[in-house]
């Protein structure tokens, strides 16, 4: 059986497929990769539709990176996902604290979940940072507690955490009060491989690892 091998030319071929299902939406190049990646990290069309960012969030995200802010994510699978090497390039570093047993001491003290107790121990680390939460709405509630309350203001948040119970609710009371740039996910749909996406596309944006670049070319994009 004959199928395509080169992972270059496989990429290359899902976002040549991708691409038709961005190209109407008034985006702008980066705004593409962003759109792209999520549909390439979740196999379904319907991201085109549900992806919301605040105005230039794209933009102030790939700016925070290139000067080297930090990523600080809810749950290890988001970290596991972020292209370590193209984040490196940056200067930059990508923390979780979901394990460590002070914040289980923290939760359990306070009655609240992991999720939370991370990102108040964060605290003051968020500001100027970029937040990628992408399993607990619990996190993403407390980081905008932060931003309202506390005076915390990341660079950039990525809020798309995934579920049934809480998600949409949390996605959309981003939307209605964040007062920093924020990229998320209408509805239920979300997850960490989606937040993980989104970054690595924030990434992929002019940085050189063995002289190539981390960036998507779309040749349907020159064709069409």
Same mark, same amino acid.
């Given at each position: 059986?004959? &199928?395509?091998?080169?992972?270059?030319?496989? !990429?290359?071929?899902?976002?040549?497929? #991708? &691409?038709?299902?961005?190209?109407?939406? *008034?985006?702008?190049?980066?705004?593409?990769?962003?759109y792209s990646r999520t549909i390439h990290a979740s196999g379904d069309v319907e991201y085109a539709q549900l992806v919301r960012t605040s105005p230039d969030a794209v933009k102030k995200g790939?700016?925070? %990176?290139?000067?080297?802010? @930090?990523? &600080?994510?809810?749950?290890?699978?988001?970290?596991?996902? #972020?292209?370590?090497?193209?984040?490196?390039?940056?200067?930059?570093?990508? @923390?979780?604290?979901?394990?460590?047993?002070?914040?289980?001491?923290?939760?359990?003290?306070?009655?609240?979940?992991?999720?939370?107790?991370a990102m108040r121990t964060f605290g003051k680390q968020l500001d100027g940072q970029i937040v990628a939460i992408g399993n607990a709405p619990t996190a993403l509630y407390e980081v905008l507690?932060?931003?309202?309350? !506390?005076?915390?203001?990341?660079?950039?948040?990525?809020?798309?955490?995934?579920?049934?119970?809480?998600?949409?609710?949390?996605?959309?009371?981003?939307?209605?009060?964040?007062?920093?740039? &924020?990229?998320?996910?209408?509805?239920?749909?979300?997850?960490?491989?989606?937040?993980?996406?989104?970054? *690595?596309?924030? %990434?992929?944006?002019?940085?050189?690892?063995?002289?190539?670049?981390?960036?998507?070319? *779309?040749?349907?994009?020159?064709?069409?």
């Amino acid at each position: 059986m004959e &199928y395509i091998k080169n992972p270059k030319a496989i !990429e290359d071929k899902s976002m040549e497929i #991708i &691409y038709p299902y961005v190209k109407d939406l *008034n985006l702008t190049d980066d705004e593409v990769r962003v759109y792209s990646r999520t549909i390439h990290a979740s196999g379904d069309v319907e991201y085109a539709q549900l992806v919301r960012t605040s105005p230039d969030a794209v933009k102030k995200g790939i700016e925070a %990176l290139q000067n080297g802010a @930090h990523v &600080y994510c809810d749950v290890e699978m988001v970290r596991t996902g #972020i292209n370590k090497p193209a984040l490196a390039l940056r200067g930059s570093e990508v @923390h979780c604290l979901i394990k460590d047993e002070k914040v289980a001491e923290l939760a359990k003290e306070l009655g609240v979940t992991r999720s939370i107790a991370a990102m108040r121990t964060f605290g003051k680390q968020l500001d100027g940072q970029i937040v990628a939460i992408g399993n607990a709405p619990t996190a993403l509630y407390e980081v905008l507690r932060l931003a309202l309350e !506390e005076g915390v203001k990341p660079a950039l948040i990525i809020g798309i955490p995934v579920g049934f119970v809480g998600a949409a609710e949390s996605k959309d009371y981003l939307m209605e009060v964040s007062p920093v740039p &924020y990229i998320t996910v209408k509805g239920n749909k979300g997850g960490s491989p989606i937040a993980a996406s989104v970054v *690595n596309a924030l %990434l992929y944006t002019g940085v050189k690892r063995d002289g190539m670049l981390f960036v998507q070319d *779309n040749e349907s994009k020159k064709n069409d």
